[in-house]
C-alpha cells in the first residue's frame, strides 16, 4: 500500500513541564498532518498530546474541528489558574485576511484534560458596537462590560471624510464599522507574581477591514471558573 509521507501526522510545537501536578516533568507537543501540497505550510488536524513524564504514556485530546487546522500552531505552558500546575495554551494562525487566531487553553491536573478557555466562545460573549458619529468621531462600545471609547478621525484626509461627511461635519449617513474577532492571544504576567493573565487583541476596522483604527485589548484573569476581563483598552494606530 501506497503512504503519502506529506500526510502523516508530525511533531510541530513542543514543550516540557509538569501540567499533571505530580512534580514530574512531561512533554506536551502538538502533532499535525501537512497539506497535500507539500510546498504550502498549512496543516491539518492539530491534536494536543501529552507524554506523562511518570508513566511515559500518551494521552491525547483531539481539538475542535472549527480550530484545528492553520499555520504556526504554538503550545506554551504556565499557570493561568493559581494553583502551582502549569497549564497549556494553544495559538494557531487562520491565515485568512482577518489574520484570525484559534485559541485553546486546557489544564491537564492529574492527567483529566479541562478546556478552560475556548476562543469561538470568547468571540461570541466579546462584540462591540462601532459607530460613526458627527464631527469626525468613531464611539466603539464593548457589549460585554460597557465601556466605550471615543476616536478622533478627522486626520484620515479629505478624500476618505468626503464619503462620509458633509462640509460642515454631520454624516451623509449613519455608518457602522466592525469589529473581528480574536488576532492576538499572548501570555503576560501583568503583576509579577508567577501567574500568567491573557492578553486578547479584537481589531477595529470602519468601512472595511483594511480600513482598521486599532485594537481593544482585553486582559484576561482567571477567577476560578473562567478566564474575565481584568482590563479593558483600546489602542489606536497614530497618523502621521
Not at 487546522?69 to 500546575?85: A, C, H
Not at 486626520?155 to 461635519?169: H, K, T
Not at 454631520?170 to 457602522?176: D, N, P
Request: glycine share 10%; hydrophobic share 35%.
Amino acid at each position: 500500500m501506497y503512504v503519502n509521507r506529506y500526510r502523516q501526522p508530525e511533531i510541530v510545537s513542543g514543550a516540557y513541564g509538569d501540567v499533571n501536578g505530580d512534580g514530574v516533568t512531561d512533554y506536551v507537543y502538538l502533532t499535525a498532518v501537512k497539506s497535500a501540497d507539500p510546498s504550502s505550510p498549512y496543516l491539518e488536524q492539530i491534536t494536543l498530546n501529552i507524554q506523562d513524564g511518570l508513566t511515559r504514556k500518551v494521552h491525547t485530546i483531539p481539538l475542535d474541528e472549527s480550530g484545528n487546522s492553520g499555520y504556526q500552531p504554538t503550545v506554551f505552558l504556565g499557570d493561568f489558574t493559581k494553583d502551582g500546575i502549569m497549564d497549556i495554551l494553544i495559538s494557531i494562525q487562520s491565515g485568512g485576511s482577518g489574520a484570525f487566531t484559534y485559541n485553546f487553553i486546557y489544564s491537564f491536573v492529574n492527567n483529566q484534560a479541562r478546556k478552560l478557555f475556548d476562543f469561538e466562545q470568547y468571540n461570541k460573549m466579546n462584540q462591540y458596537t462601532v459607530t460613526y458619529l458627527d464631527q469626525y468621531k468613531i464611539n466603539v462600545e464593548s457589549l460585554a462590560t460597557g465601556q466605550s471609547f471615543l476616536i478622533a478621525i478627522n486626520g484620515r484626509g479629505a478624500d476618505y471624510l468626503s464619503q462620509i461627511y458633509n462640509e460642515n461635519g454631520t454624516l451623509k449617513k449613519q455608518i457602522t464599522g466592525m469589529a473581528d474577532g480574536v488576532s492576538g492571544f499572548y501570555p503576560v504576567d501583568m503583576d509579577h507574581d508567577g501567574v500568567f493573565e491573557i492578553q486578547a487583541y479584537q481589531k477595529i476596522s470602519g468601512l472595511y477591514h483594511a480600513d482598521s483604527f486599532g485594537y481593544v485589548i482585553n486582559t484576561l484573569q482567571w477567577d476560578g471558573q473562567k478566564f474575565a476581563i481584568w482590563q479593558q483598552w483600546l489602542a489606536i494606530f497614530g497618523t502621521e
